[in-house]
């Protein structure tokens, strides 16, 4: 009987921290979701006046006054839009030639070559900002493709309910996290401002680069143009935006394992590489000074990026 009590007191304890760490992590997720907000509407109460929050979000995004890209190359504006990052020239600048003189110095000290200073300034203060928004980018547009179904969503339930487009678009600005929420918003402000609805969600357009926010811009468009039901028409993009995204996670699940082989394959030189410098330095160290080993290193790294390359691209299926 009493080994029963105490495994019974045992049980309500456990029961009760248990609730107790529920009951936090609740509270937190509560606060934390409370505490969020789109950084259109954190611009907004910073600013007065509904155009100088669009001419702020239009500036943290790299766009001008009117909401075109400014004078650079074309495809790197269009990148630095898509990453959705707070441009800041000044800033970028100078972390791009500190990145550039480390990278430099790193070269140079790792190898006591002259010619690795360059080619790790280029590295450092041109490649990796490069790819870093490239990789903020996809990352931004995987998460549009994500909320947009929602956002399109509520947009339906709004105009069910008997509310204006501009009003439903500025729910979803209000209601959703970023990047949509931002997007939206920014769409609805310049609905407000004096833009039509076609004009609004071309710009979102331009600014997204999303294959799925292209295809809610054509049908916003037609149904300016020809007519029809706009509730319908949403809900049949909402459908097909979701049937896109469930296609998108089947390739990605059916080419796991090639992927993963990939990694594999590409990571097993370089580790095998590194094993063998740390256990036998003499192995590549008596032959590195020769130029053929250079040039057979140098080849056996491009044919190696040319095959990952190849690799990519047989995976890489737009929808």
Known sequence: MEADW????MVLVGAAVFTGAQAAIGLLTTATERRKLTQRLKVAEKVDGLSAVILELRKQRGLNASGERAGRLQWLSDLIVASGLPYDQKKWLTYAIAAAGIAGAGGFVLTHNPLAIPVGAVLGGVAIPIFYLKFMAGRRAKALGFQLPQAL???VRSLEAGHPVPTAIALVGREMSDPVGSEFGMAADEIAYGATLEQAIARM?????????????ATVRLQERAGGNLTGLLKLNAATVRDRHKMRLKIKAASAEGRASAMILTSAPFVAFGLINLTNPHFYGDVSHEPLVRYGLMGLLVWLGVGNLVMRKMIDMRL
Do not use: G, W, Y
Not at 6 to 9: A, E, I, V, W
């Open 153 to 155: 969503e509520i947009i």
């Open 6 to 9: 105490k495994t019974l007191f």
């Open 205 to 217: 357009s331009e600014r997204c680069q999303h294959p799925d926010v292209d295809l809610f811009a």
